[in-house]
């Protein structure tokens, strides 16, 4: 009977050794099932953003440039602002162009053409309506066109053109028609200036003919003519 009972003692231990020998592995290692019911949170993924290609590129900010080109007033517009652009500062002492009979900031920009004698065309910059024509002193001819740039209405003003090959005041002008001719350097023309042509560009509707002004804060009643070309 003492025999028997050490039998089954062993028997208990034998059979509980062997239980946890086969389910050792399942609670000992980390489940791998992937549809388990509770995953192990994922860490967040650190590595860099692909670069973006060009169908994903972010659109550039809009700019200050008009919906619709414009045609340049004259030719090598851009190349022949040398001496005097928007807002420059100028006393006859420090003027790169001399002798010189002005003060202030200029209100537009001088596009030179004293090295050439030709006639020279001046175009109007877009459709608009001639509002005024004429001989100007500090000008010599002038003509102010009112035009409807990206939806607003903006005087342009032409200045140092020939007062005898202007348009007539009230006529409608299409962008890109001549409206007039470089006067002659030191003539009448250009009431004694050099050949080149002064462009200028008001915000509003209301006529200012003055090519340079006492101060920078009256500046914000002008454009900056370069700002309306790419």
């Known amino acids: 009977m003492k025999k028997f009972k050490i039998s089954l003692i062993g028997l208990v231990i034998g059979a509980a050794t ?11 290692l980390a489940p791998t099932d992937p549809v388990s019911s509770d995953p192990a949170p994922s860490l967040p993924d650190s590595s ?6 060009l169908a994903t590129a972010s659109v550039p900010p809009p ?3 008009p ?46 053409y004293a090295d050439n004698l030709g006639k020279i065309p001046v175009q109007a910059i ?10 100007v002193s500090g000008y010599g001819g002038v003509v102010v066109i009112e035009h409807q740039l990206s939806g607003t209405i903006r005087l342009a003003l032409y200045g140092h053109l020939d ?4 348009p007539p005041v009230g006529a409608p002008v ?47 009643n002008w454009l900056d003519p370069q700002l309306l070309f790419p």
């Open 174 to 220: 299409k962008q890109g028609e001549t409206i007039g001719q470089l006067g002659q350097g030191g003539t009448k023309e250009t009431d004694g200036e050099r050949k080149h042509l002064h462009f200028a560009i008001l915000k509003d509707r209301k006529i200012d003919l003055r090519g340079y002004v006492p101060t920078p804060s009256e500046l914000e």
């Open 48 to 53: 860099p953003p692909p670069s973006p290609s």
């Open 163 to 166: 007062p005898q090959d202007l």
């Open 126 to 135: 877009s459709d608009g309506k001639v509002i005024q024509a004429g001989h």
């Open 67 to 112: 919906a619709v080109s414009l045609t340049p007033p004259i030719a090598e517009f851009k190349e022949r602002i040398t001496k005097k652009p928007f807002g420059i500062y100028i006393t006859p002492a420090t003027s790169p162009v001399q002798p010189e009979r002005f003060t202030g900031y200029h209100t537009g920009v001088d596009i030179e």
């Open 63 to 65: 700019t200050l440039m």
């Open 18 to 28: 062997v239980a946890i020998f086969l389910l050792w592995p399942r609670y000992s």
